[in-house]
């Protein structure tokens, strides 16, 4: 099994920035990606951005491009990402998420493990 305890969700307004962090613990030895995921009601789970285990390899969403940045700590085995200028339509929850990845990064079907979810909300 692996935990995945995410934290720095937010209020913020418009053009502000937010970072997100996620500690692993566990058999982390089992995942190859993490990545994160962000859901708004009445909406599927939508992919944002993933990152290798190794952090050699990261993917954003057109979305996320440009804006948000994700990176990990390998020594403290936390994901993280740093959200800038920030919009209405950011607001969501983020879910942080860990796998064996096969194939898209994006597909929410390689992902054994996710966190509780952090509420993230910006303000026009």
């Known amino acids: 099994q692996v935990q995945l305890v995410e934290s720095g969700g937010g209020l913020v307004q418009t053009g502000g920035s937010l970072r997100l962090s996620c500690a692993a613990s566990g058999r982390t030895f089992s995942i190859n990606t993490m990545s994160w995921f962000r859901r708004t009601p009445g909406k599927e789970r939508e992919f944002v951005a993933a990152i290798t285990w190794n952090g050699v390899a990261t993917y954003y969403a057109d979305s996320a491009k440009g804006r948000f940045t994700i990176s990990r700590d390998n020594a403290k085995n936390t994901l993280y990402l740093q959200m800038d200028s920030l919009k209405p339509e950011d607001t969501a929850v983020y879910y942080c998420?860990?796998?064996?990845?096969?194939?898209?990064?994006?597909?929410?079907?390689?992902?054994?493990?996710w966190g509780q979810g952090t509420q993230v909300t910006v303000s026009s």
């Open positions: 998420a860990a796998g064996w990845v096969s194939d898209s990064v994006q597909a929410t079907k390689w992902y054994g493990y």
